[in-house]
């Protein structure tokens, strides 16, 4: 089992709609958890991060994290074709750990 | 300026080459990280250093081996260079004390093995 588990995707949404991300994760004692946007040839940018059960919002983005079924997702409000990237879920888990990242999910915003 | 600047951005050499690729962060933080990314996009951890010391050392082959002069650098030497180790390689950087421990990433080095 993947420690960070993603949807590879592509997920395709038409502009304007809600774009819903998923990821699960295999640490029980994890803390932290971070949602990640990587444009083709670009280097990973923190959307959000996240570590209290419930929900996060920020602009047009929700982050919402279940611990007890270790799920964190990510929702996207009035997808723009600019939000087309692929969006790395990222762990923090126990001990020094670095983040681990899920393998991301390709979104396409159709204009 | 740029928080985490890695060099350099472009590199294709020849398989049996040795080969550096520099970090430098400007952030203050005490925590520094090699990634590799895949063709498929994943992102794994090599290595971290917290404060010059190394704390993570993933499985990787030992011709990897990371160098932190101090706790703003981290650079990578790769030996012996294999087909396989063609991958885009980004360095991180984080303060590892707080909860939301964001990792900085610099833009990136691809390496090209031919």
């Known amino acids: 089992q993947k420690e960070v588990e993603q949807n590879s995707g592509p997920l395709s949404v038409p502009e304007g709609a809600i774009a819903s991300l998923n990821c699960t994760y295999s640490d029980r004692g994890s803390q932290s958890f971070f949602w990640y946007r990587q444009y083709s040839g670009k280097s990973p940018e923190l959307i959000m991060f996240?570590?209290?059960?419930g929900d996060k919002e920020d602009g047009r983005f929700t982050a919402q994290l279940n611990k007890a079924s270790q799920y964190v997702s990510l929702l996207i409000r009035d997808s723009q074709p600019s939000d087309s990237a692929t969006y790395l879920c990222a762990v923090k888990g126990t001990g020094r750990r670095a983040l681990t990242f899920g393998s991301g999910t390709r979104l396409q915003v159709q204009p | 300026d740029t928080a985490v600047s890695q060099t350099p951005k472009y590199l294709v050499t020849q398989m049996g080459n040795d080969k550096s690729i520099k970090c430098e962060q400007n952030l203050g933080h005490d925590t520094m990280y090699w990634y590799k990314q895949d063709s498929k996009k994943f992102l794994k951890i090599m290595f971290s250093?917290?404060?010059?010391?190394?704390?993570i050392n993933e499985t990787v082959p030992n011709r990897f081996s990371p160098k932190s002069p101090d706790k703003a650098h981290l650079n990578l030497h790769i030996n012996s260079l294999e087909l396989g180790d063609s991958a885009v390689y980004f360095c991180?950087?984080?303060?590892?004390?707080?909860?939301?421990?964001?990792?900085?990433f610099g833009q990136g080095t691809r390496l090209t093995v031919v």
């Open positions: 250093y917290n404060n010059k010391e190394l704390i």
């Open positions: 991180a950087s984080s303060q590892e004390r707080q909860l939301n421990t964001e990792a900085f």
């Open positions: 996240i570590y209290s059960n």
